[in-house]
C-alpha cells in the first residue's frame, strides 16, 4: 500500500514538473520535435522530443513539449536527426598537414589558409570538441581561440611527458630538443645526453605532472615507443616511471594517456593499468605474419587485461591508412577534400615537393606492394578492435589527424574516415557513437558538461537527415552544427573560393 502511494505521488510530482516547465529565454533555441539519439550508459533508447537551448546550455530535454517564452530562435526538427557533438580525442592540432617547418615558412599564406579552415572542418563533420595530444604552445592556444567558430579544444601541456631522448623528442634536433619538450622525464640512463642546465629534480614525474596540471591541461601525454625504421632502440620509460605518471596524473585529476601500438607496449601499459592508450595494437611484432583471421593467444591474453581494467583504447585506424595512401593519387583527388582543405593548399599537396614524405617511405616499393603491407597491418588492427567491441573494452574514438607530417589526415574528414573504418572493423553503430561522444566524455573528465544531450550540458548539438544508429553515412549526412548554442548550417562551414 505504501509503495502505492508513493508511486501515486511520484507520477503527479513528474507530470506537474511537465506543466511546470516554463522557460524565458532571452537568447534561446529550441529544436522541436526530433529524434533524439543521446546515452548517458551506452544504450540508445531513441525517442522524438524538443530541445531546449539557453545562450550556450542546454535547459530542457525531453519528450513533452516545452513552455517556452521569450527570444529564441526555432528549427523543426521533424525526420531529422540529433545527437551530441562529436569528441575527436587524438589529434595535432598545431601542425599543418604534410608540411615541415621549412614548408611552412616558404609558404605563409598556405598556412594562414590551413589554420582559418581548420577548426571549420572539424565541426563541417560534427567535431565540437577535440582533444590536442601533442605539445601546444600558449601562442597556439590563442590564435585557435581567436578563429569565431571553433570546437572546444582541450590539450596536455606545453608538452608530453617522454623520457629524455626517447620517441617523440627524439626527432626533434638535439639543440631544440629539450626547449621544445619542457616536460620531458629525466632517466639516469641518458644522464650523459641530458644538458647540464636541466636538474634532475624538475623532471620527476611528479614535477613534471604538476607543471602539466598548471599549464591547463586534461590529461598527460606519455610514451611507450622503442621506434621504427631508422629510429630503433629508442630509451622506454620504466615500469617505476609509468607508475608514477598514472599516480601523480589521478593526484591531480588528470588522466594519463599513453602512445603504444607494439604488443610490447600495450602489454606493458595494461600490467601498470594506464587510462588510455592512444592508439591501437596493430604492431604484432613476432606475429606479424600470422593470418588475419584469428588473435595469437598472448595478444587475446593482453586485450583481456586492458578490457578487465576498463583501459580505453583509442583504434586510430587512419594512421595506417593514412600512411598507405600516400603511395598513389586516389587520396587526393577525392571530391570531399575540396569542402575542407583550401584550394590552394590541395593544389600544393599534388607537387612534387609535397611528395618528400610519400618518397622517403616507399622508395623502393611500389603502390601494390605498399598497400599489401598496410592492409596486412590494418587486417590485424581491426581483428583487435572487434575483440574489444565483442568482449565489452571500452572504445574511444580517436584519430591521431595528422599521425605525422602527411597531407592524407585531414581536419574532420580523417574523423569521418576513422568512422568508417571503425564500422568496417565491425563495430556496431551504437558502439561508434558512444565511442565518440559518452565515453571519450567520461574517459577526460569532461563530461558535466560534454557527451550527451542533458539538462546543464553545453549545447554542442548535430542535426542529420539519417540516423547515425542505422546508417554510418549519417556522419556525411550533417545538416545543423550547434556549437555552444550557435547554429551553423553545414555548407557554412566548407571552404570559401
Ligand atoms: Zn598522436
Known sequence: ????????????????????????????????????????????????????????????????????????????????????????????????????????EKYPQLVKEFNTQMPRSYLYYGFTAIINLGGISDEQINAYKIQPLKPDLFHIGYSGAAVANGYPMIYTPEEFRFEMEPNFIYMESQAEHIPDQYKPADHTPKA????????????????????????????????????????????????????????????????????????????????????TDSLPLEIKETLDVQIQKQMGYTPTLTVIEGEGALVDNKFINQPALKKVVPKKLLEWYKTEEAQWFAQELFSESNAEEVHKIYGNVQAHAMLVLKYLSDNNGLILFGTDTPSGPIYTNQPGHNGYWELKLMKKAGVPLAKILASATINNAKAFHLDSALGSLAMG?????????????????????????????????????EVKE
Open 208 to 291: 613534471v605532472v604538476k607543471r602539466i596540471k598548471n599549464s591547463g591541461a586534461v590529461a598527460v601525454k606519455s610514451y611507450y615507443e622503442s621506434g621504427f625504421g631508422r629510429m630503433s632502440n629508442l630509451p622506454v620509460p620504466t615500469k617505476s616511471i609509468m607508475t608514477e605518471l598514472r599516480n601523480e596524473s589521478h593526484a591531480n585529476g588528470l588522466v594519463l594517456t599513453v602512445h603504444a601500438n607494439s604488443l610490447t607496449g600495450h602489454s606493458f601499459l595494461a600490467d601498470i593499468g594506464v587510462d588510455i592508450l592512444a592508439h591501437g595494437l596493430w604492431n604484432w611484432e613476432k606475429y606479424k605474419d600470422v593470418p
Open 457 to 493: 550540458k553545453k549545447a554542442n548539438i548535430i542535426m542529420m537527415t539519417k540516423n547515425p544508429l542505422s546508417d554510418i553515412e549519417a556522419y556525411d549526412a550533417i545538416e545543423k552544427v550547434v556549437i555552444g548554442g550557435e547554429v551553423v548550417n553545414r555548407e557554412d562551414l
Open 1 to 104: 500500500m505504501k509503495s502505492l502511494v508513493a508511486i501515486l505521488l511520484t507520477l503527479i510530482l513528474c507530470s506537474c514538473q511537465e506543466r511546470k516547465d516554463q522557460l524565458h529565454l532571452t537568447q534561446g533555441l529550441y529544436i522541436s520535435n526530433t529524434t533524439i539519439v543521446s546515452t548517458e550508459d551506452g544504450n540508445y533508447k531513441p525517442y522524438i522530443g524538443h530541445i531546449v537551448v539557453e545562450k550556450d546550455k542546454i535547459v530542457y530535454v525531453g519528450k513533452y513539449e516545452p513552455n517556452i517564452s521569450g527570444t529564441f530562435e526555432q528549427i523543426d526538427g521533424t525526420g531529422k536527426f540529433v545527437i551530441p557533438g562529436l569528441i575527436d580525442s587524438h589529434v595535432h592540432m598545431s601542425d599543418v598537414q604534410g608540411m615541415l617547418q621549412h614548408h611552412k
